[in-house]
C-alpha cells in the first residue's frame, strides 16, 4: 500500500509550500513557458502546412474554417472547467495534457485518412488546448510578484507565439526534403511534447493553496505572505474559493477580455491562415506564387519579432510602472501598420524582404499592447480575489475562444477565393519557356491576350502544329522552305494552305508561344477557376483585414476603463506608500 501511495504522489502531488526562490524559481517559470510552447508548436502545425492538407483531403477553405470554429468552441468551454484549477492546483492539468496532446500528434492524426477524422482530432486537440489555455498563465502568475508581472506575462505569451514560430522553422526547414507527407510535421510536434510531459512530470511544481491565493506585490513581501499561509486554516483556504463565479463574472473583467479578443482577431488570423494567405497572395519575379516554404520564412519574422516585443515590452511595462499607455500606443501602432499590411494585398508583386519588414514591425506593436495588458488583466482578477485567478483566466479564455470562433464562422463568407487558388495551383505555377523566357502560364494568359484569342479561334490548326519538330516550328517564322515543305507533308493540303493564308498574324502571335498556348487549351477550365480567384482575392483579403482593424478601434475605449495608472510617477508613489506599510509590518 505504502508503495502504491508513493506512485500516487509522484504522479498526481506537486505543491510546495513555500515561494520558490531565485534558480530554482526561473526553473518552475522557464517548464510553464516551455510546456506552452509545445502545446502551441502542436496546435499550430496544421497552419504550417494548410496548403498540403486542403490539396491531400480534397478540403474545401470553407471545411478547413469550419474545423477551427469547432476548435475554437470546444477550446471556449474547455477552459470553463479549467477554473476549478484554483482548488485542485494547475501542475496536473500541464502535464497530463501534455501526454494526451503528445498522443493525438504523433498516432492521431497520422492515422486520419478523411476529412471528418482530421477534423474530430483537431477538435479534440482544441478541449486540451482550452484547458492548459488557463493553467500555465495561472502557474506564471502563481510564481510573479507584480512588479515584474508585465515580464513574466511577457514570457508566458511568447508560449503560443514562439509555438507558431516554432512551426514557421520546422516546417520551413523540412517541407522541401518531406514532400508530401506533411503528417511528419504532426509526429514531429508529438515527439517534442512527450519529451516536455517528462520535464514537466518531474519538476513541474504548484504552490500549495495557502501561498498562491494571496497577492505579492514585490519580492518583499515573501517572507510575510509565507507567514500569513502557515497561519491559514483549511475552512479559510475553502471559503476563498467558494462561489468563484458570482466574484469573478463581472462586467469590467468581462470588457477587458472581449476588447483584448477584438484586438487579437488579426493575430488569430496570423496564427491560422497568414501560412495560406501568403502562398495564394504573393508572387516571385518568374511569376510563380510563393511555396509554402516561403510562406513559412515569412512567418518566421512574424512570430520573431513578436517574442523579442513581448520581452521588450513586458520590460518597459515594469519599469515604468504603468500598462494602460503601453495599451494605448500599441493599439495606435497596431493600426498604423494593419493599414500598411492590407494595402500590400492588392500588389502580389511585393518583395519577400518588404513583407518580411513589415511582418515584423505590425507584429512588434501588437506585442507592446498585449504584454501590459496580460498583466493589467491578472492585477485586476487579483484586485477581486487572489484565490480566484484561475477562474479569472478561465473567463477570460472562454471568451476569446468564443469571439475568434464565431468571427471565423464569417471568414469564408468574404474570403471564398482560397479553394479555388489552393486546388489549381499546380495549373498556376506551371511554367513555360516563351521566347527563351520562362513565365508562368497564368502569367502568359494576361500578357498574350492577343495570342489567346487568336489559337483560341484556330485552336485546332494550332494544336497539329505544335505537334511538330522545334526546328520547324522555328522555320516556319522565317517562312523558310525545308520548315514550309515539311509542314505541308505533315499538315496535308487543307491545313497548310489555312496555315499559309495565316502565315503573318501566325508567326507574330502563336509560333513563339506554342507550348504555352497548347497547355492553355488543354488545361483552360482550371486556369478560369484560378484567375478569376485570383483577381478577387486581394479585395477579399483587404475586407477581411479591415474587420480586424474595426477590432483594434473598438479595443481603445475599454482601456481606459481598466484599473491602473497612466502616470509612472504617481504609479511609482503607490509602490513607495506598499513598501513603507511593509516595512512597518516587518519592523
Known amino acids: 500500500m505504502s508503495q502504491v501511495n508513493a506512485v500516487q504522489r509522484f504522479a498526481f502531488v506537486h505543491e510546495i509550500d513555500e515561494y520558490p526562490r531565485g534558480a530554482r524559481r526561473w526553473r518552475y517559470l522557464g517548464l510553464s513557458v516551455a510546456a506552452t510552447i509545445g502545446l502551441y508548436y502542436a496546435y499550430y502545425v496544421q497552419t504550417g502546412v494548410t496548403p498540403q492538407i486542403l490539396q491531400s483531403f480534397h478540403m474545401s477553405f470553407s471545411y478547413y474554417v469550419g474545423i477551427v470554429i469547432v476548435s475554437n468552441l470546444i477550446g471556449a468551454f474547455a477552459s470553463l472547467p479549467a477554473g476549478k484549477t484554483d482548488k485542485l492546483g494547475r501542475a496536473n492539468v500541464v502535464i497530463y495534457g501534455l501526454l494526451l496532446v503528445a498522443a493525438i500528434m504523433a498516432f492521431g492524426v497520422p492515422a486520419a485518412h478523411s476529412e471528418f477524422t482530421f477534423a474530430l482530432v483537431i477538435c479534440i486537440l482544441g478541449f486540451v488546448e482550452g484547458a492548459i489555455l ?32 516554432v512551426v514557421s522553422v520546422v516546417a520551413a526547414n523540412t517541407l522541401p526534403t518531406s514532400g508530401a507527407n506533411w503528417q511528419g510535421q504532426f509526429i514531429t510536434a508529438g515527439w517534442a511534447c512527450l519529451g516536455l510531459f517528462v520535464l514537466s512530470l518531474l519538476f513541474l511544481k504548484d504552490l500549495s493553496p495557502r501561498l498562491r491565493d494571496q497577492i505579492m506585490v514585490s519580492s518583499r513581501d515573501r517572507d510575510l505572505l509565507e507567514a500569513k499561509a502557515r497561519g491559514l486554516s483549511e475552512s479559510e483556504v475553502e471559503a476563498a474559493t467558494r462561489s468563484p463565479w458570482k466574484q469573478i463574472f463581472k462586467p469590467d473583467l468581462f470588457r477587458s477580455a472581449f476588447g483584448i479578443s477584438l484586438f487579437l482577431l488579426i493575430y488569430f488570423v496570423a496564427s491560422g491562415f497568414f501560412t495560406i494567405y501568403y502562398a495564394v497572395s504573393f508572387k516571385n519575379p518568374d511569376g510563380t ?37 503601453l495599451m494605448l500606443l500599441g493599439t495606435l501602432g497596431s493600426m498604423g501598420m494593419m493599414v500598411l499590411f492590407l494595402s500590400k494585398a492588392s500588389n502580389p508583386h511585393t518583395s519577400f524582404n518588404s513583407l518580411a519588414l513589415i511582418g515584423a514591425l505590425f507584429a512588434s506593436t501588437i506585442s507592446l499592447a498585449y504584454a501590459p495588458w496580460m498583466a493589467g488583466y491578472t492585477e485586476e482578477v487579483e484586485a477581486k480575489n487572489p484565490a480566484l485567478v484561475a477562474t479569472g483566466l478561465s473567463l477570460w479564455g472562454w471568451v476569446i475562444r468564443m469571439v475568434v470562433g464565431i468571427s471565423f464562422f464569417f471568414m469564408p463568407m468574404v474570403i471564398t477565393s482560397v479553394s479555388p487558388v489552393v486546388d489549381n495551383l499546380p495549373y498556376v505555377n506551371h511554367l513555360v ?38 526546328w520547324v516550328q522555328s522555320g516556319l517564322q522565317t517562312l523558310d522552305g525545308k520548315s514550309l515543305a515539311y509542314a505541308s507533308k505533315q499538315l496535308g493540303p487543307t491545313d497548310f494552305a489555312a496555315l499559309v493564308s495565316l502565315a503573318g498574324p501566325f508567326k507574330q502571335l502563336v509560333v513563339p508561344y506554342a507550348s504555352a498556348l497548347t497547355y492553355l487549351s488543354e488545361n483552360q477550365s482550371h486556369l478560369n477557376t484560378a484567375l478569376d480567384a485570383v483577381a478577387k482575392s486581394p479585395a477579399q483579403w483587404q475586407r477581411w483585414f479591415w474587420i480586424d482593424f474595426a477590432g483594434m478601434v473598438a479595443f481603445i475605449p475599454l ?8 502616470s509612472p510617477k504617481k504609479a511609482a508613489a503607490d509602490l513607495a506608500a506598499h513598501e513603507a506599510r511593509l516595512a512597518a509590518l516587518l519592523s
Open 289 to 325: 506564387v510563393f511555396t509554402t516554404t516561403q510562406a513559412n520564412h515569412l512567418n518566421q519574422w512574424w512570430w520573431g519579432a513578436n517574442c523579442i516585443g513581448l520581452i521588450v515590452a513586458g520590460v518597459i511595462s515594469d519599469k515604468l510602472r504603468v500598462r494602460k499607455p
Open 433 to 470: 519557356l516563351v521566347k527563351g523566357q520562362k513565365m508562368t502560364v497564368a502569367d502568359f494568359a494576361v500578357k498574350h491576350a492577343d495570342s489567346v484569342a487568336f489559337a483560341r479561334k484556330h485552336q485546332a490548326l494550332l494544336n497539329k502544329v505544335s505537334a511538330l519538330p522545334t
Open 134 to 165: 488557463v493553467a500555465t498563465p495561472a502557474l506564471v502568475r502563481d510564481y510573479s510578484p507584480q512588479m515584474g508581472r508585465a515580464v513574466a506575462m511577457g514570457f508566458w505569451t511568447i508560449g503560443p507565439v514562439a509555438g507558431s514560430l
Open 559 to 566: 482601456i481606459f476603463m481598466m484599473k491602473g495608472r497612466w
